[in-house]
């Protein structure tokens, strides 16, 4: 699910902001800030040997349309905000985008209440022509679903969000910005008027730093002397997909009614840009920050996830639901009841392995999942603290606020 290489050059001695980390935000954080200072030297150093290769690279593509964000939250207007530039971006730029639609699926008179809230965030959040429908409605949209009540999102939609990530990095090389690939942040220290970012092809000594990096936000953001708190630990989202003669279940996002008080959206059905049809994720605490094989662990990532106490708080807090998504990493058959709640005619033999992702989810010292984009500040530098779904949704605006928030902090 990664993106092809880009031009990568060495990255540079010296320059006036570094941004550390080549996903699809540090990217259009990239692209944003060489608009407004087309004159600045500007370098983007990515750990991998390819740009978007963790969480740009590994998710289901889905546009969302801020249906389930607290109203006031960046997540709720940057999500709105940059849904609606996303698509003008990729129509712009020729790449590949549907507005397929997302129906939510009450299944349950127990779900009613939380359908409601949903319904509320969604109107004050301002989500393009979301309605109410009754059990008609769904099948009309969804002939192979069911539920007494639902919310049709029809702004929702799909893209190709890696090849996305491939036309924010050629926008910062026609602007004059560099591009380095294998180069590894591993240490932050004041040089001066300036910062020295040691990596793995040596060091950079930038006026400022963006620093973009995902999994491994909250390690950097301390090297640069931020509060440790929150925590990133990551959960490893895996995808089933509908067997090719099954895909006419599913004409475009089916989603269940989730747990507003958790930042995962529960097992859902989506249409995916390449044609495929995911059922998914799980959401496993991973032993690794880049845990793509469940057999794959980081004795550091493990050892920093059991140490922070955040961790057990929230274990203590939600372990009925650990559990639950226990059984569905481990049975497939158990993955697939979850979805026939809602598209009773799934089976077992419907569904193949897919893929996994890696949500770096960050946690509070006191155990609460944040559930907002969160950024801080350090002496010349800015970090994007916690920036999963709907990030990339958001990305072009989340680099318009972190822009924004740089020009006042750099001042």
Known sequence: MASSPAQSGAPPERCDLA???????????????????????????????EIGTHQTGHNSGVIHAGVYYVPGSLKARLCVEGAREMYEYCDRRAIPVERCGKVIVATDPTELA????????????????????????????????????????????IADFPA????????????G?????????????????????????????????????????????????????????????????????????VRSLIYPVPDPSLPFLGVHLTKHIDGDVLIGPTALMAAARD??????????????????????????KWWSTGVTELRHAALRSAFVRAASRYVPELETGDVEPAFA???????????????????????????????????????????????????????
């Open 114 to 157: 939380r359908l409601d809230e949903l319904e509320r965030r969604g109107m004050a959040n301002g989500v393009p022509g979301l309605r109410r429908i009754d059990a008609g409605g769904i099948e009309e949209l969804e002939p192979h679903a069911r539920g007494i009540a639902g919310l049709h999102s029809p702004g929702t939609g």
């Open 291 to 316: 845990a793509y094989r469940l057999t794959k662990v980081r004795r550091q990532d493990v050892i920093d996830t059991l140490r922070w106490p955040g961790t057990w708080r929230m274990l203590a």
């Open 177 to 249: 910005g560099s591009l380095s690939t294998s180069c590894e942040v591993q240490g932050v220290d004041q040089a001066g008027r300036a910062l020295r970012l040691t990596h793995s092809q040596g060091s950079t000594e930038a006026g400022h730093a963006l620093f973009c990096a995902g999994a491994w936000a909250d390690r950097l953001a301390v090297a640069a002397g931020a509060d440790p708190d929150p925590r990133i630990v990551p959960f490893r989202g895996a995808y089933l997909r509908l067997a090719p003669a099954r895909r006419h279940l």
């Open 357 to 411: 992702g890696v949500r770096a989810q960050a946690l509070g010292r006191d155990g609460r999942l944040v559930d907002d984009f969160v950024f801080s500040h350090t002496e010349r530098a800015l970090h994007v603290r916690n920036a999963p779904s709907p990030a990339a949704t958001s990305s072009l605006a989340i680099a318009r606020h972190i822009a924004d928030e740089a020009q006042r902090a750099f001042a």
């Open 19 to 49: 941004i550390v980390g080549g996903g699809i935000v540090g990217l259009a954080v990239a692209r944003e800030m060489l608009a407004r200072n087309p004159q600045a030297s500007v370098c983007v150093l990515e750990r991998e040997s």
């Open 164 to 175: 996305v990530a491939r036309a924010y990095a050629e926008d910062v090389r026609e602007a």
